[in-house]
């Protein structure tokens, strides 16, 4: 690797070029571009079987499918979510009219405390949208638990957990939907994309019709929909990117494997837990750059860019910071304090396949030399 090349925080995985051909030239001929394609129902169905989920809704970008399955519900009032995450997540509440109400996140696990969620609840609350967040699983029994006592729905912000498993399967079959982006930076793209998870046909159902203008046959339209419909390019590409997922994920294992070994003992340094676990998918490698060590986590940002390495504070600044959802009754520092601290240590560290091993000593040698 060339290591004067500028190295980013990712960098899509993409297959060789002519092994896509094939699937541009049935697009050609068919001249079928979108509208729930071969591509398209191919897609779902390999997903479906990839990820052991029944039902999935392929969209044009996670956010609308967040939108999405948020009408789907018809959700309204207030929903409590964290504000450590991308600020999509809150976005999509406020595009349903819907006032977001933030709840602090665990230390460890940096998703929504269980704990927390209940004293947060109030009489307009109708339900729950927590993140997985960097892919570490949510406490979902304990949220489903609290869901079930006070009768609300639960959404997961499921944008980081492509792959991911629990000890009962897929991490996606918990809470009554699940999204995910395939946006170009997430470890399983189709350039933009998305997903809503369902459960039942009848809800797949609905979600269709959602994403689709409301469309229930050629001339019914039953309510006011959106236009979420992911092309057959996009889909073609997702079913490429299938066939080489394996691959991706065990040479993201292997750069989190490096880092963990070069980090382990460095003063100050933690590596969070998601990259710790075996069923991790690797698809951040977040860092604390606590008080113990010897620099800011900002200097440290700075130090790395100096050498034309691209971390990335993610998340900072918290979704509660930015200013139109700061003045908001939840979003003070005093009631996140955890996720306060975390937004000021926290540091992610290039990873994705093909990062090479000198780049990743190279990292990890900065990191030590500007340690106490
Ligand atoms: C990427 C991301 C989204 C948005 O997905 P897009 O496909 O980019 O619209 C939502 N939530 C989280 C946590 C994300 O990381």
């Known amino acids: 690797m060339n290591s004067k090349k500028p190295i980013y925080v990712t960098q899509p995985y993409l297959p060789d070029l002519k092994e896509f051909y094939p699937y541009l030239e049935a697009i050609w001929e068919s001249k079928n571009l979108t509208n729930g394609g071969v591509f398209h129902q191919q897609l779902e169905k390999e997903l479906c079987r990839y990820l052991g989920v029944e039902y999935i809704s392929l969209f044009s970008n996670g956010t609308i499918a967040l939108v999405v399955a948020l009408q789907a519900l018809g959700i309204r009032g207030e929903v409590i979510t964290s504000p450590f995450s991308f600020v999509a997540t809150t976005n999509s ?14 230390p460890v696990s940096m998703n929504l405390d269980p704990e927390k969620i209940e004293s947060a609840i109030t009489k307009n609350t109708q339900a729950i949208l927590p993140v997985h967040c960097y ?22 912000d499921a944008a980081h957990a492509f792959g991911v498993q629990c000890h009962c399967g897929s991490i996606l079959k918990h809470g009554d939907l699940s999204v995910l982006s395939f946006h170009a930076t997430k470890i399983f793209n189709t350039f933009e994309g998305g997903a809503i998870i369902s459960h039942t046909p009848e809800m797949k159902r609905r979600i269709d019709q959602l994403k689709n203008f409301g469309f229930v046959d050629e001339v019914t339209v039953v309510e006011s929909g959106i236009n979420g419909k992911m092309s057959e390019i996009n889909a073609a590409f997702g079913l490429l990117q299938l066939k080489h997922a394996k691959e991706v994920l065990s040479e993201r294992k292997q750069v989190a494997e490096l880092y963990n070994r070069g980090l ?5 340094i933690v590596i969070a837990q998601n990259n710790l676990s075996d069923e991790s998918n690797h698809s951040y490698y977040p860092i604390l750059v606590t008080k113990n060590y010897r620099i800011s986590r900002d200097q440290l940002y700075e130090k790395l860019k100096s050498e034309d390495i691209f971390s990335r504070r993610y998340f900072y600044p918290l979704i509660s910071e930015f200013p139109m959802y700061q003045n908001l009754p939840s979003s003070t520092p005093s009631n996140l304090p955890i996720a306060t601290e975390i937004a000021n240590e926290v540091l992610c560290l290039p990873i994705y396949p093909g990062l090479g091993e000198d780049s990743i000593s190279k990292i990890i040698s900065i990191i030590k030399a500007s340690a106490s």
């Open 135 to 156: 892919g570490t699983p949510c406490d979902v029994e304990a949220i489903q638990e609290i869901a079930d006592r006070h009768n609300l729905k639960v959404i997961y």
């Open 93 to 106: 509440l406020v595009w349903n009219n819907i006032s977001p109400v933030f709840s602090d996140i665990d």
């Open 264 to 268: 382990k003992a460095i003063e100050g």
